[in-house]
């Protein structure tokens, strides 16, 4: 009995201690987890996102180009990335979510427990199975870049995609979830990331317009994008597309009529890649991106932090002037021409070697600008060792008007492809607005990436000669005023040309056949030095020297720039600076940039109204009479006035054509002034650049949507009262003989008055 008693006792100690011991451990337990919650909570083991991280995910959002119609024209990224409103998604792509994804997403509060349980009994089965819900997958998609390997550092992972998840689910509703999730997914190739941007890859469409069938093909690949490619492997595609369909049709967001339909259907791809130079305007994007962090920077706009803007990760929206289908017309334009253009140039290459006596360097100059030259350079081979490799033939991707063509050849003979290829650059703006409209650069960036409308200057020939005439015009002289017309020497400087309209002439039939003997006899009256110094107020940056055969253009200037002057004349005297940017906006609408064009007063109104008449004569009968009888234009008889231009051996040929609401510049050339056409016929400006203008305007006027007007320019609200426009009983001559000095520069240009 004691014994019993001892033993009794012993136990009832035991079952105290026991019982002090399991509630200290229990509650030793609960105090570690509050702990290493709290210690998660607070970031020991790596740092959670904050309401500000959360609203402004670091997701590499893509920047979009917009034109004034509001359609994107592309996109600056590292990631393919552009948001979404919740508006903005397919009823389907939001059923096929949540019944593949997470049935009881909208009876959870971030985390499904009861899955969460059933998912790791299995996996510890050796089943092993995903138990994310939709908003711990967007937790994990704002806080990391990918999911841990490590078990250890999973688990953690896993503790701070609960934590992540449940202040998800009490700061926004679950349309704002399901928003936020759509627009972090990654869909693996082709750099696409977000709803939007997969939804533009594979159909080519926007989220609100996808289909049950494409929805759920999206939404499948979710849970794998590489083996659920539909481009790679379509078979794993389909199956997956139709298992997400059964899902909706199993929580019944479809019937079972339109599951049987829909899983029937082809996967009905229309694969658009975005990559940087695809899409209208390749060159204006390229240029716009460099003047917006050159705006940026002037200016000193920051993030709200102080750090500087990145167009390829902040999700920024770019509004431009460009209209979207006026870019179509355009490119559309000089493609028509150019292939043809094109034929021509090669029929007269085709028995000779281009690459012979002045231009024998052209091939090593080629060669040494190359980025294949400069790989090799340093590595360490000799100009001789990287001579031989230039000769010895690979894989080549070549341009061709058909389009591009894989083939074999060495690098030298690529070289001498591409430097027989015709360039071609053109602008469109409006003169009141210095709203650019259409912008090409180039004839394929892909392969030809160096934009010839703003970074590139060439000669400008005869559509120099307005400037002079304005000059003119401005300070004594009338359109109707005769002047000499004949060959004189000015110092050392002797011009050539032709003689078309007579001896004397008067200044609008100067213009009219841009002769030249009359445009040197002009400059030397007024003035080189003044005639330049309107040239740069008229918005010419590049070097204008200061001697007599600027009258005949001696001097590079770029497309940008030319079109711009011209739009003076238009705007009646009035030059407004051309602009790329209207406004800029941070991803959440705001503005952070809006352009202010320059504007000056160049030209008095009535000398830019006479200059646009006697322009306009340059078409009604002069050297762009071209644009009123060739078929090819549509026939334009509208008022256009315009100024063509071809400089020495044909290497650039020019025309600015002007109408009361646009201006557009044309410029055609190779890329070295050596290679050009051999005679006028095809390469002056107003057979290798004018046409691509008539093109163009042709297209714009047969669209009643852009409302162009085809009426005549306005005079100005004064009329004219300081010179007569009426030239046929006019008969003033202002002409003497002294020849006056020059420098010695000969330029040949417009020998047939072109």
């Given at each position: 009995m004691k014994r019993e008693s001892k033993s009794s006792k012993l136990t009832e100690e035991d079952v105290k201690?026991?019982?002090?011991?399991?509630?200290?451990?229990?509650i030793g337990l609960v105090l570690f987890v509050v702990v290493f919650l709290l210690s998660v909570r607070i970031g020991l083991f790596g740092k959670l996102p904050t309401f500000k991280d959360l609203e402004n995910p670091k997701s590499n959002l893509a920047s979009e180009i917009l034109t004034e119609d509001n359609k994107v024209l592309g996109t600056y990224f590292v990631h393919n990335r552009s948001n979404v409103k919740y508006s903005e998604l397919s009823p389907y792509l939001v059923q096929a979510l949540v019944s593949t994804e997470d049935k009881r997403f909208y009876e959870h509060s971030g985390i499904d427990y009861s899955r969460t349980l059933s998912t790791v009994l299995l996996t510890l089965s050796g089943n092993k199975q995903g138990g994310s819900t939709i908003t711990q997958q967007l937790a994990l998609n704002l806080f990391a870049e990918k999911r841990e390997r490590n078990s250890l550092k999973r688990i953690m992972q896993k503790l701070q995609e609960w934590i992540t998840a449940v202040r998800l689910e009490r700061n926004y509703t679950k349309e704002e979830i399901i928003m936020m999730y759509f627009n972090t997914v990654d869909f693996g190739a082709y750099n696409t990331f977000g709803i939007k941007s997969a939804a533009r890859t594979y159909f080519n469409t926007t989220p609100d317009k996808l289909t049950a069938e494409q929805a759920a093909l999206l939404v499948g690949m979710l849970k794998g994008p590489g083996v659920y490619s539909p481009v790679r492997y379509p078979e794993n595609a389909t199956t997956r597309r139709n298992l997400v369909l059964h899902n909706m049709f199993s929580q019944n967001f479809i019937s079972s009529e339109e599951y049987e339909k829909f899983k029937e259907k082809p996967l009905g791809l229309k694969l658009t890649i975005s990559n940087y130079g695809e899409g209208l305007a390749p060159y204006f994007r390229a240029v716009?991106?460099?003047?917006?962090?050159?705006?940026?920077?002037?200016?000193?706009?920051?993030?709200?932090?102080?750090t500087p803007y990145d167009l390829d990760r902040d999700g920024l929206k770019v509004y431009t002037p460009i209209n979207y289908k006026m870019q179509q017309y355009a490119e559309e334009a000089q493609k028509e021409w150019m292939k043809r253009l094109q034929n021509e140039f090669d029929k007269q290459w085709r028995r000779k070697n281009a690459f012979t006596g002045k231009n024998a360097n052209l091939l090593r100059t080629g060669m040494k600008r190359s980025d294949r030259y400069r790989v090799l350079k340093a590595e360490g081979l000799s100009e001789e060792q990287i001579r031989k490799e230039f000769d010895k033939k690979v894989p080549m991707n070549l341009f061709t008007w058909k389009g591009s063509v894989d083939t074999v050849m060495s690098p030298m003979d690529s070289i001498k492809y591409t430097k027989l290829f015709l360039r071609n650059a053109m602008m469109s703006m409006e003169p009141q607005t210095g709203y650019i409209k259409a912008w090409v650069g180039g004839i394929d960036f892909e392969h030809f990436k160096y934009d010839q409308v703003k970074l590139g200057t060439r000669q400008v020939g005869s559509t120099a000669k307005p400037f002079v005439y304005a000059y003119a015009i401005d300070n004594g002289y009338g359109p109707c005023v005769s002047i000499p017309n004949h060959m004189r020497t000015?110092?050392?400087?002797?011009?050539?040309?032709?003689?078309?309209?007579?001896?004397p002439i008067q200044l609008r039939n100067a213009i009219k056949y841009s002769q030249n003997y009359a445009s040197a006899y002009l400059i030397s009256e007024v003035g080189a030095a003044n005639v330049a110094d309107l040239t740069k107020r008229m918005g010419v940056t590049s070097n204008i020297p200061n001697n007599l055969s600027i009258a005949l253009g001696s001097y590079d200037a770029s497309l940008f720039d030319m079109v711009g002057a011209y739009s003076a004349f238009v705007n009646q005297g009035t030059w407004v600076e051309p602009t790329m940017i209207l406004r800029v906006e941070d991803k959440n609408g705001s503005p952070i940039y809006e352009k202010a064009p320059k504007v000056l007063k160049a030209l008095n109104s009535e000398t830019a109204y006479a200059m646009v008449d006697m322009l306009k004569g340059?078409?009604?009968?002069?050297?762009?009479?071209?644009?009123?009888?060739?078929?090819?234009?549509?026939?334009?008889?509208?008022?256009?006035?315009?100024?063509t231009g071809t400089t020495n051996d044909n290497s650039d040929a020019w025309f600015i054509g002007v109408t009361p609401e646009l201006v557009t510049g044309v410029w055609t050339g190779a890329e070295d002034r050596g290679i050009s056409f051999s005679s006028m016929q095809y390469g002056q400006g107003a057979a290798a650049a004018m046409p691509v203008f008539g093109l163009f305007m042709n297209k714009v006027y047969k669209d009643k949507d852009l409302n162009y007007t085809q009426e005549d320019f306005p005079k100005p609200p004064g009329g004219i009262t300081r010179f007569e426009m009426n030239c046929s009983n006019y008969s003033q001559f202002w002409g003497n003989d002294p020849a006056r000095g020059g420098e010695t520069e000969t330029l040949e240009e417009d020998r047939l008055g072109f």
């Open positions: 201690r026991y019982s002090g011991l399991f509630w200290k451990v229990l716009l991106k460099e003047e917006i962090k050159k705006e940026f920077q002037r200016l000193a706009i920051t993030k709200p932090d102080g000015y110092g050392d400087w002797t011009p050539k040309g032709t003689v078309q309209g007579g001896d340059v078409v009604d009968g002069g050297t762009g009479s071209r644009l009123r009888w060739d078929p090819n234009f549509g026939g334009l008889k509208n008022p256009i006035g315009g100024k």
